[in-house]
């Protein structure tokens, strides 16, 4: 899996949507919660730490498993703490992967959310950095 940088989340001015506070049952639709409540900022919503955030485009089939697939853009926070079970942007001997944070016993692994691809094991002596935790996943559905 490849990723490709698409630029720092930082924004000097508010894109604003509209946005209906009503939850959109998946089942029978309630003609009375038809009506706009306020607008909403997307960058506001999904960018808690603008200054350490960035967008990723992701290529390859590896974290199917959590949702992600090829063609999304992540949103990532360099912020944040890698903790163990999270989903994060790694650098790794030289390439940039997204994986999953697992640890067996005093092992650390970069796991996949696809059964095609094994684990890999971070050795103590690669070159190893995290980039930052991946907080939102956009993805296109059509």
Known sequence: MSLKILGKAFSQTAKLLPY???????GFPSPADDFLEKQLDLHELLVKHPAAT???????????GAGIHSGDILVVDRSLSPRIGKIIVALLNGEFTVKRLKKEGKRLFLSPENPRYPAI????????????VVTY??????
């Open 121 to 132: 094991e971070v050795e103590e002596e690669a070159e190893f950095q995290v980039w930052g």
């Open 54 to 64: 960035f967008f990723v485009r992701v290529e390859g089939d590896s974290m199917i």
């Open 137 to 142: 996943v956009i993805h296109r559905s059509c």
């Open 20 to 26: 209906f506070e009503a939850r959109l049952p998946a």
